[in-house]
């Protein structure tokens, strides 16, 4: 069982899109057929993007066209589950494109292996985060008013193969959540490990606790 690690820096949405697509698309074939494959986590930036998932609704884009161009973003309805969320430079994008089954996984505990990694991460900066029953991802406070959200997840399986995955703020300019109701919530907030820590923080130095964290719960299994 092969398992690789890329960064593919920063990297426009569609492009990344593209290319964990033909990954997942050749592991998939490689199980039907009995060929080899690598297992792959993927690493990124975007610049600003929206993505609306197959269940989201169009309302929770809170911008037209015009407005979005405005901004320098834009929209991608994609093939994930989950609602609307925003990526951008400074939040670190992570695509495991996997093979479930080298790991004993199902798909709700691979969502749940995705959140306790960050979970993990959160931790080592002294962020203490957690679970908040019926959503999806990591979150801070999450059982009182000033929930706030500061991982969002959400994937694609196949014939128990994945795409794609978390978005981590760290440096993220929160800004961009307003112009949309996040993961459609419209009464919760979102944070970042900047705002928590009230300084900036390296993203290369996240990468490496989040790999850290990933790699040795997947290779544990």
Not at 96 to 108: A, Q, V, Y
């Given at each position: 069982?092969?398992?690789?690690?890329?960064?593919?820096?920063?990297?426009p949405?569609?492009?990344a899109?593209?290319?964990?697509?033909?990954?997942?698309?050749?592991?998939?074939?490689?199980?039907?057929?009995?060929?080899?494959?690598?297992?792959?986590?993927?690493?990124c930036?975007h610049?600003?993007?929206?993505?609306?998932?197959?269940s989201?609704k169009?309302?929770?884009?809170?911008?037209?066209?015009?407005?979005?161009?405005?901004?320098?973003?834009?929209?991608y309805?994609?093939?994930?589950?989950?609602?609307?969320?925003y990526?951008?430079?400074?939040?670190?994008?992570?695509?495991?494109?996997?093979?479930?089954?080298?790991f004993?996984?199902?798909?709700?505990?691979?969502?749940?292996?995705?959140?306790?990694?960050?979970?993990?991460?959160?931790?080592?900066?002294?962020?203490?985060?957690?679970?908040?029953?019926?959503?999806?991802?990591?979150?801070?406070?999450?059982?009182?008013?000033?929930?706030?959200?500061i991982?969002?997840?959400?994937v694609?399986?196949?014939?128990?193969?994945?795409?794609h995955?978390?978005a981590?703020?760290?440096?993220?300019?929160?800004?961009?959540?307003?112009?949309?109701?996040?993961?459609?919530f419209?009464?919760?907030?979102?944070?970042?490990?900047?705002?928590?820590?009230?300084?900036?923080?390296?993203?290369?130095?996240v990468?490496e606790r989040?790999c850290?964290?990933?790699?040795?719960?997947?290779?544990?299994?």
């Amino acid at each position: 069982m092969k398992l690789e690690i890329s960064d593919w820096r920063t990297v426009p949405y569609a492009e990344a899109w593209d290319r964990q697509t033909a990954w997942f698309d050749a592991l998939v074939h490689a199980k039907q057929t009995g060929g080899e494959y690598v297992n792959h986590i993927v690493l990124c930036e975007h610049p600003h993007v929206y993505t609306l998932g197959r269940s989201g609704k169009e309302g929770n884009m809170l911008l037209g066209e015009e407005q979005l161009r405005a901004i320098g973003a834009s929209l991608y309805h994609i093939d994930r589950g989950g609602d609307i969320t925003y990526h951008g430079p400074g939040q670190l994008v992570c695509y495991p494109i996997l093979n479930l089954e080298d790991f004993s996984l199902g798909l709700k505990a691979y969502v749940h292996l995705l959140e306790e990694a960050v979970i993990h991460v959160c931790v080592s900066y002294g962020i203490v985060a957690g679970r908040m029953e019926k959503a999806t991802g990591v979150w801070l406070d999450g059982d009182s008013p000033r929930a706030r959200k500061i991982c969002a997840i959400g994937v694609r399986s196949s014939h128990y193969v994945t795409m794609h995955g978390l978005a981590l703020n760290v440096n993220t300019d929160l800004r961009y959540f307003s112009y949309i109701n996040p993961c459609g919530f419209i009464d919760k907030g979102v944070t970042s490990l900047r705002k928590e820590l009230g300084r900036e923080v390296p993203i290369e130095e996240v990468k490496e606790r989040l790999c850290h964290e990933l790699k040795g719960m997947l290779q544990g299994m």
